[in-house]
């Protein structure tokens, strides 16, 4: 009887101490998910774009809420800091913001809704909703930072990717996974050529990212230059120019992220951002807010060391896994190929296609210049015959368009040079097979057999 009593004795000893345990880890995990608790700032001066509080302290990219007197919080993040004072830029308009206002830091990151369910959609630089077909259904959400791969485990840009436009698939072809500059002024057809890339492209999914347009072309894009075929597949954030400068940068960064998101899932996607150099004017913006001291043209040099940020992430994945070919329009200024972002994605792009003012006024769309255009990976991807046929086109075009004003004053004569004869006896031919129109696919195949039929056999 002893014995049995002393074996009750320790058995609730041990359920005693199970549950002691159990409680003391239960309290511990309380614990472990209280925050650390952040002191409040006051807003001591606004500046243009910036705001600057004191004794507010947050990290590079923090976020804050600024309570005015209308009761509605201004969002807000962090752009940077000098001794004690924090230098905010805001999300919206700060009206209804005093001194002295309350700053409440926010301890949640940024994050937006990736997966499945934005397919059709179109989201805002925080990944909210703007086509009105109600919340975006998302099981998985992501941070907007990324995660490099390492260069020497990306795969390398080896198979020839089809956009559906002549002039490209032949003559500057497309590889998967690579990252091309569409350069132009305004007015030169930009949107009508990402349109059609956007309707005949072969990916999985394509994104567009529509940083710094005016509304209405946000709206003639989705509506009218997408047809129901390529919206189904296509994810489309829009950030219109009277966005603040911080939503230009997140709108971009955002597009980015839902790409690397399906990338990670192994498909292929197409990424369009439209355009970089808003986004670049955006950082702009905030650099000379916070009072960075400009290098080129008002730009300062955290503009420039952003691009390569941003452009990087895009590419193809580990070799096995999903690729973003991306294409990135950049606003020639002035028609300045010279521009300083011109110049700063020329570098760091692997390629361009530059569209031509002048090739526009004649009414041949797409306004491809050839002899000014480049595709880097080409040679990896095509044939020696398709490579020779290519080169010889280039070789014809710039020929002629060196010769144009010999020819428009009469000058010209027939036998004087073998070379520039052939250039004006092909010209009206390979003018005609730069032309296509909007609505018209051409496949990479076909682009390829009607350049070698049509310079196939030529020296």
């Given at each position: 009887m002893s014995a049995r009593i002393d074996k009750l004795h320790q058995e609730g000893r041990e359920r005693l101490e199970h549950g002691l345990?159990?409680?003391?880890?239960?309290?511990?995990?309380?614990?472990?998910?209280?925050?650390a608790p952040q002191s409040e700032g006051r807003l001591s001066r606004l500046t243009g774009l910036t705001l600057e509080a004191e004794g507010l302290r947050l990290p590079i990219g923090g976020r804050?809420?600024?309570?005015?007197?209308?009761?509605?919080?201004?969002?807000?993040?962090?752009v940077g800091f000098q001794n004690e004072r924090t230098f905010l830029m805001p999300e919206e308009a700060a009206a209804g913001l005093i001194p002295g206002a309350r700053i409440e830091p926010?301890?949640?990151?940024?994050?937006?809704?990736?997966?499945?369910?934005?397919?059709?959609?179109v989201i805002d630089a925080n990944g909210r909703p703007l086509d009105g077909q109600g919340p975006i259904r998302a099981h998985e959400h992501s941070t907007l930072n990324g995660r490099p791969i390492n260069p020497l485990e990306r795969a390398p840009v080896r198979e020839p990717l089809d956009v559906g436009v002549r002039s490209i698939n032949g003559l500057l072809s497309v590889g998967r996974g690579q990252r091309l500059g569409l350069f132009a002024g305004s007015g030169v057809g930009k949107s009508v050529l990402l349109g059609m890339m956007t309707r005949h492209t072969e990916a999985d999914v394509i994104v567009v990212g529509l940083i710094g347009e005016r509304g209405r072309e946000v709206n003639?894009?989705?509506?009218?230059?997408?047809?129901?075929?390529?919206r189904r597949r296509t994810v489309v954030v829009a950030v219109p120019a009277d966005q603040s400068p911080l939503l230009r940068q997140?709108?971009?960064?955002?597009?980015?992220?839902?790409?690397?998101?399906?990338?990670?899932?192994?498909?292929?996607?197409?990424?369009?951002?439209?355009?970089?150099?808003?986004?670049?004017?955006?950082?702009?913006?905030?650099?000379?807010a916070i009072g960075e001291p400009p290098a080129s043209k008002g730009y300062a040099a955290s503009v420039f060391a952003r691009l390569p940020q941003l452009v990087e992430r895009a590419g193809n994945g580990n070799v096995g896994g999903g690729s973003i070919t991306a294409f990135y329009t950049v606003l020639a200024e002035g028609d300045d190929q010279n521009d300083p972002i011109v110049d700063a994605a020329r570098a760091i792009l692997d390629g361009h296609v530059v569209l031509s003012r002048e090739v526009a006024e004649t009414g041949r769309y797409p306004a491809v210049d050839v002899g000014a255009s480049i595709s880097r990976v080409m040679s990896a991807l095509i044939a020696p015959e398709h490579e020779k046929a290519a080169r010889r086109f280039r070789d014809l075009a710039s020929t002629y368009a060196r010769n144009r004003d010999l020819i428009a004053v009469g000058a010209y004569r027939k036998g004087a040079d073998p070379h520039l004869d052939d250039a004006v006896a092909m010209h009206e031919r390979l003018e005609a097979y730069l032309a296509q129109g909007r609505e018209e696919a051409i496949g990479f195949g076909q682009a390829r057999d009607e350049l070698l039929a049509l310079l196939g056999g030529a020296a």
């Open positions: 345990l159990d409680r003391l880890q239960q309290s511990r995990g309380r614990l472990d998910r209280v925050h804050a809420l600024i309570h005015g007197e209308n009761g509605d919080p201004v969002a807000a993040e962090v926010v301890d949640t990151q940024r994050e937006i809704p990736v997966g499945d369910g934005l397919l059709g959609r003639e894009f989705i509506h009218e230059i997408l047809d129901a075929e390529a997140h709108g971009a960064w955002v597009a980015t992220t839902v790409a690397e998101s399906f990338r990670d899932r192994g498909l292929n996607v197409l990424l369009l951002m439209d355009s970089l150099t808003r986004f670049a004017q955006g950082a702009r913006e905030i650099a000379m």
